[in-house]
């Protein structure tokens, strides 16, 4: 059975700490992996996509980072305003034509001024 | 802006009775889903379609119905609506054929008494 797991469930951080956030996953046939962020009572928002181990992607202060078994999403010097739910996102064949992506419960960031 | 409405954004309603949300987009993408998310799960694919009058199951189909007679439109129906389905909704689409880089909808929020 495919798994996503990220951790932690919950960071703190103040203004200008740096950190990571995980997502590793058990998955055969990995055809993507997707970070999205969440602010409350909004839909996610798609950030990144990742498809193979060893590649990066970088957006303002995000950085995402793969392996074959987890993903970092790296936030360096961190803003009051990237306080939200980061969620993770594997997606993989799933027989045929079909296409199955499954999802982390995600990581709540907080960012203190 | 992908251009995706959803309706209604909130709705209480009793147990038995029948409930649709509709999600509406501007332009012509063939993919579209619905999902659920709820608290300690990560967001759950309920249904999606690949056309009009193409739909599948996701992985949490039970009690749920769609449809999708129009390109732009993609329909979720609660037959008779249980506690258990109290749930945010969220309409998604795909502007890359079927990927997991996905453009969500603001949600629809529904509480079943």
């Known amino acids: 059975e495919d798994q996503v797991t990220q951790s932690p469930e919950a960071l703190r951080l103040q203004e200008g700490e740096s950190s990571s956030l995980n997502c590793s996953y058990t998955?055969?046939?990995?055809?993507?992996l997707f970070w999205y962020r969440q602010d409350p009572g909004k839909g996610p928002e798609f950030l990144f996509t990742l498809y193979s181990a060893g590649e990066e992607k970088e957006k303002e202060r995000l950085k995402a980072t793969l392996t074959k078994k987890e993903s970092f999403l790296h936030i360096t010097a961190p803003k009051p305003e990237d306080s939200a739910t980061y969620l993770c996102a594997v997606g993989v064949d799933s027989g045929g034509s079909n296409y199955k992506l499954t999802f982390g419960k995600g990581t709540l960031l907080t960012v203190n001024p | 802006d992908a251009g995706i409405t959803q309706s209604p954004r909130h709705k209480v309603t009793e147990t038995g009775t029948p409930v649709t949300l509709r999600c509406h987009q501007t332009?012509?993408?063939?993919?579209m889903y619905w999902y659920r998310q709820d608290p300690g799960h990560g967001l759950r694919l309920i249904h999606y379609?690949?056309?009009?009058?193409?739909?599948d199951k996701g992985e949490v189909s039970d009690g749920y119905s769609v449809s999708r007679s129009k390109t732009e439109d993609f329909l979720l129906t609660l037959e008779s609506a249980t506690s258990s389905q109290t749930s945010v909704y969220f309409c998604?689409?795909?502007?890359?054929?079927?990927?997991?880089?996905?453009?969500f909808g603001e949600g629809s929020r529904l509480t079943v008494l």
């Open positions: 998955v055969s046939g990995l055809r993507g």
């Open positions: 332009e012509n993408h063939r993919y």
């Open positions: 379609s690949y056309g009009v009058k193409d739909t």
């Open positions: 998604a689409i795909s502007v890359q054929g079927n990927t997991g880089e996905l453009f």
